[in-house]
């Protein structure tokens, strides 16, 4: 951002942005027995590969998230006190880490796949930095930290919000994991360290179960992945914008407006994609 790191800070960054960098490249070299495990969710039974892709899908946002606890305990307002939870800051560098590990199994071509981790590793880089300066309202990075979070954790939803959508499985599945992403993104989004945790929590859970409901229906319409990811980004992108305004006391009409055009635009760019597979 616009303020230099703590060296202390800039180190704990530089040593967690090259473990999330090795890890899976070295889950490349490990080989591990496919095991199956089968549980009964809603009532339906559910089967699941375990394989070294799993691994990597599990194990990349739990470093992550560990890893920005561990950078974050560095700043000045948490080792003062200031700051009573850490966990809505996780959310966006560790659903970050979920998109870039999903991608990365998906990938079969070397070069891709070696484009994709340098991109998503530079991705999580910026939003940890920018997480770490959104701790403090007051820094003068603040502004320029809060846009940058706000405009990847909308990037992060996009992605997720159509890999989900794209594995076509049941609405259970996809509804719920659609729900969870969305909650996870608003609860940062709203910073609830400076609105308070009561009410974003509450306001995330319903552009959760708004995105969750969404994607329900969706799985009744035929439509591309790209299509359902620009619809389900829109829903979430009111909902949050929506919430947002409202706690800054600057919901009007005109701003209500700029809603509706955005959904209107999004609408028709969902049309043109519908054939886009």
């Known amino acids: 951002m616009t303020q230099p790191l703590h060296s202390s800070v800039a180190n704990r960054i530089l040593v967690l942005v090259a473990l999330l960098a090795l890890t899976p490249v070295l889950l490349l070299v490990v080989e591990l027995p496919t095991r199956n495990a089968s549980l009964t969710f809603l009532g339906s039974p559910l089967s699941i590969n375990l394989t070294t892709d799993s691994l990597l899908i599990l194990f990349l946002p739990v470093l992550t998230i560990a890893g920005v606890d561990w950078v974050l305990r560095d700043h000045p307002d948490v080792q003062a006190g200031e700051v009573p939870f850490l966990f809505p800051f996780w959310m966006a560098p560790g659903l970050s880490a979920l998109a870039l590990a999903l991608l990365l199994t998906r990938l079969t071509s070397w070069p891709a796949w070696i484009a994709v981790l340098l991109i998503g590793i530079v991705v999580l880089g910026l939003l940890i930095v920018a997480e770490y300066h959104t701790i403090s309202p007051n820094a003068p990075a603040y502004p320029l930290a809060r846009l940058t979070v706000t405009g990847l954790?909308?990037?992060?939803?996009?992605?997720l919000f159509t890999l989900i959508y794209s594995t076509r499985e049941r609405s259970a599945i996809t509804a719920t994991g659609a729900l969870l992403v969305a909650v996870a993104l608003a609860l940062d989004l709203l910073a609830p360290h400076i609105i308070g945790l009561r009410q974003a929590t509450l306001f995330a859970l319903i552009v959760g179960w708004l995105v969750g409901q969404a994607t329900w229906a969706l799985n009744?319409?035929?439509?591309?992945?790209?299509?359902?990811?620009?619809?389900?980004?829109?829903?979430?992108?009111v909902a949050v914008g929506i919430a947002q305004q409202h706690f800054q006391e600057r919901l009007t009409r005109g701003i209500l407006i700029e809603f509706a055009v955005v959904t209107l635009l999004a609408l028709v760019m969902a049309w043109q994609l519908a054939g886009v597979r």
């Open 153 to 159: 954790s909308y990037l992060i939803a996009f992605g």
């Open 220 to 237: 009744y319409w035929n439509i591309s992945n790209w299509s359902a990811g620009v619809l389900l980004l829109t829903m979430f992108y």
